[in-house]
């Protein structure tokens, strides 16, 4: 379910896992600070790819017109049902291609025995959006496809009959408005909880804060659900969405797939997604006659000195395998999909470039008074928020937690929005001070 957060996991266009078919040994210790990629751009790579149903249809016309440009290059592709899990195993055997998409499970100080570094940070940062997501110790091992815009899919004509024409600027306007939506008849808010992973989305709002360096800080706070800090903030707002009613009435029969219709035809106006479901939840208005128009990204209802702001991410990374036996051709693929195959723009997605422009839905976005923010990963606490994760039993980056939240405020479990969270900061503090002390 993961990668249906991402435009690379399903969507209307191609979703690609860039990752070649050649033989190899297994990732060495050499974490040398330059890639080789001398030679002539020729011969055949094989491209993996999780979007198995594009295998055959839309990815090979991205390779036809690589091939275009480089005659005597052949492009092929390879689909891999379960990308994490499969190509983790590839990574330990050795035999894990030319180009591939970076599995999540790679950590940042892994990244240089599997794969080709393709210039340092501080140069490529000048030219590309995301490049530090894939980095260590000065030097990028991968990049982005395309970025996302965190916040808001509605349906703005739903909201226009509610009274709201603008985004809310504060919690309580926003769920005013989904007050003034209940009346219609309309469900409010979806959560998909059956799914799971949409209330994952919640943890992705740290931008709003306008705090640059929170990736950095958040490791150091003993008791994120505090009132004012971005914990409390969102999971809070989950809670008195379901508290107040607002959200469908069993959350047990979400279901995703079903979710997307009942956006685009106004049977429900909001859920917390990000950019990559606007033209997802469009095609649906497509499908059922509706207009892809009404569907509209809108930030998170929070501001920050009097002004919105959300955070952007890139997608998945892709890179250069270190067992590649054609690197030069690899590498010319990798710059030439990033740089001109146009798949950012197909899927109205962040471009990578920072020369190119916007899509329209994100312009929508940015007109409407928001601040996009690439935040910094951390980098003197580099994974220390994961351990904290892993010692706490939280899973912040999750659902489980989250789940049990929704059920406290529909009354289906035991407690408080203020119990619960005392609950989930003497669990986070206690994991908290034993990894950074």
Not at 173 to 184: D, M, V, Y
Not at 342 to 358: C, Y
Not at 383 to 392: A, N, T, V, W, Y
Request: negative net charge; hydrophobic residues 35%; charged residues 20%.
């Amino acid at each position: 379910m993961i990668n249906r957060r991402h435009f690379i996991g399903i969507g209307a266009a191609a979703a690609l896992a860039l990752v070649a078919g050649c033989t190899g040994g297994a990732g060495s210790d050499d974490t040398a600070k330059s890639g080789d990629f001398t030679g002539d751009v020729k011969g055949s790579i094989t491209v993996l790819t999780n979007r198995t149903d594009l295998v055959d249809t839309t990815l090979p016309e991205y390779a036809k017109k690589f091939e275009a440009k480089y005659p005597g290059t052949t492009v092929r592709f390879q689909g891999v049902t379960n990308y994490e899990g499969d190509v983790t195993t590839q990574l330990s055997g050795g035999d894990y291609g030319d180009v591939l998409l970076i599995p999540n499970s790679v950590a940042r100080d892994e990244l240089g025995q599997f794969f080709e570094p393709l210039g340092t940070l501080d140069d490529l940062k000048k030219k590309y959006r995301f490049t530090d997501e894939k980095s260590y110790d000065g030097q990028v091992y991968g990049l982005s496809l395309g970025g996302i815009a965190k916040g808001l899919v509605v349906n703005k004509r739903v909201w226009a009959a509610a009274g709201v024409t603008a985004p809310p600027k504060t919690p309580a306007e926003f769920l005013a408005g989904l007050q003034a939506i209940k009346k219609s008849g309309v469900i409010p808010y979806y959560t998909n909880y059956k799914d799971g992973w949409p209330l994952s989305e919640f943890n992705n709002q740290r931008g709003i804060l306008n705090q640059p360096d929170i990736n950095e800080k958040f490791p150091e706070d003993a008791s994120p659900w505090q009132p004012g800090k971005v914990q409390y903030i969102t999971d809070g707002l989950l809670f008195d969405i379901v508290h107040g009613g607002l959200s469908e009435k069993d959350p047990l029969t979400t279901n995703w797939e079903n979710s997307k219709p009942m956006i685009a035809t106004g049977k429900t106006a909001a859920m917390l997604l990000g950019s990559w479901a606007v033209p997802q939840m469009q095609d649906a208005a497509r499908t059922a006659g509706a207009d892809p128009a009404d569907i509209a990204l809108w930030p998170f209802p929070y501001q920050t000195g009097g002004k919105f702001h959300t955070q952007i991410s890139g997608d998945y990374s892709a890179a250069v395998s270190k067992s590649s036996k054609n690197k030069a051709t690899a590498r010319a693929w990798l710059d030439w999909f990033v740089d001109e195959s146009g798949f950012a723009a197909d899927q109205q997605a962040i471009p990578t470039p920072l020369s190119a422009p916007m899509p329209k839905v994100i312009q929508d976005f940015q007109a409407a008074g928001v601040e996009l923010l690439d935040l910094p990963a951390a980098t003197t606490n580099s994974g220390k928020e994961d351990q904290i994760i892993k010692e706490s039993e939280i899973d912040l980056t999750g659902n489980i937690y989250r789940q049990k939240l929704v059920d406290i405020a529909r009354g289906a479990a035991k407690g408080t929005k203020d119990s619960y969270f005392a609950d989930l900061d003497k669990r986070w503090g206690a994991a908290q001070s034993k990894v950074m002390k």
